[in-house]
């Protein structure tokens, strides 16, 4: 059974940084490619990043481009999330999520086979 857990959610003021992991059970880690996804109060849940099983390509909504940066580590099978410039319009609870199914547009339509339950991030103005 595949399990992601996140971590490294918190307060930060605006402008600041924070760094998400989510650490994932299973074997077959290097072979899904990765996502995050964010759900801030009353608003539908939205892509926020992806990335293919080999790290080669990355993907960013609008929104984060040029502020945010996914990575992974397969040896440690962990993805990350670099945040920085964070804005208030950052606070969300972020979610993982991964596809058994090898699919990158499966993660980036939210479609993915499995999803972590959330780190909270609260930025402050």
């Known amino acids: 059974q595949v399990q992601l857990v996140e971590s490294g959610g918190g307060l930060v003021q605006a402008g600041g940084s924070l760094r998400l992991s989510c650490a994932v059970s299973g074997r077959t880690f290097s072979t899904y490619p990765m996502g995050w996804f964010r759900q801030a109060p009353g608003k539908e849940r939205e892509f926020v990043a992806a990335?293919?099983?080999?790290?080669?390509?990355?993907y960013y909504a609008d929104s984060v481009k040029g502020r945010f940066t996914i990575s992974r580590d397969n040896a440690k099978s962990t993805v990350y999330l670099q945040m920085t410039s964070l804005k208030p319009e950052d606070t969300a609870v972020y979610y993982c999520t991964a596809d058994g199914g090898g699919s990158t547009g499966r993660v980036r339509r939210g479609e993915s086979d499995y999803w972590g339950q959330g780190t909270q991030v609260t930025v402050s103005s």
């Open positions: 990335i293919t099983w080999s790290g080669a390509s990355v």
